[in-house]
């Protein structure tokens, strides 16, 4: 007997697909604590940094890279944006032999940080939701909604 759901039916395969994305997604999702950690310590690298800030930049630059290329692949447009943002700032700086304190890398890596943070709490919210401060979260759907044009 046909199905009365006027919606049409995955055909085969497509379940699967659909499932081995989210399980990608849910992982792309964990990996960005990493990334996050990842920051947090190029940060403190940078601000340690004494005659020569580049190596740090650099790392910075590659990390932000690889953020928002992942981000793209999942359509997560805020993390994107703002990762586009900090590499963009770190190849600035790169170029301009900038040193440990330009403000332009400074602000694009907070700014990508404080992105992951509320992210993070997202997230966990989500998994557990009795931990939820739901008022905390209003600004991430609109983070998410950015736009990441260098993509």
Excluded: N
């Excluded at 790392?59 to 953020?67: C, D, E, I, S």
């Amino acid at each position: 007997m046909d199905s009365i759901d006027p919606r049409p039916q995955p055909r085969r395969g497509e379940a699967d697909t659909d499932d081995r994305f989210d399980v990608l997604r849910a992982r792309y999702r964990q990996r960005l604590g990493g990334d996050r950690t990842a920051l947090r310590g190029l940060r403190t690298e940078l601000r340690r940094a004494e005659a020569d800030a580049a190596p740090a930049q650099e790392k910075l630059r590659m990390l932000a890279h690889r953020m928002a290329g992942a981000a793209a692949l999942f359509a997560d447009r805020g993390i994107c944006s703002a990762a586009s943002a900090l590499e963009s700032a770190a190849m600035a700086a790169l170029e301009a032999h900038a040193d440990k304190d330009d403000a332009k890398l400074w602000r694009a890596a907070r700014a990508l940080t404080a992105l992951l943070d509320r992210t993070d709490d997202a997230v966990s919210a989500v998994v557990d939701p009795g931990k939820a401060d739901h008022g905390r979260f209003d600004h991430v759907k609109a983070d998410l909604d950015g736009d990441c044009r260098s993509r």
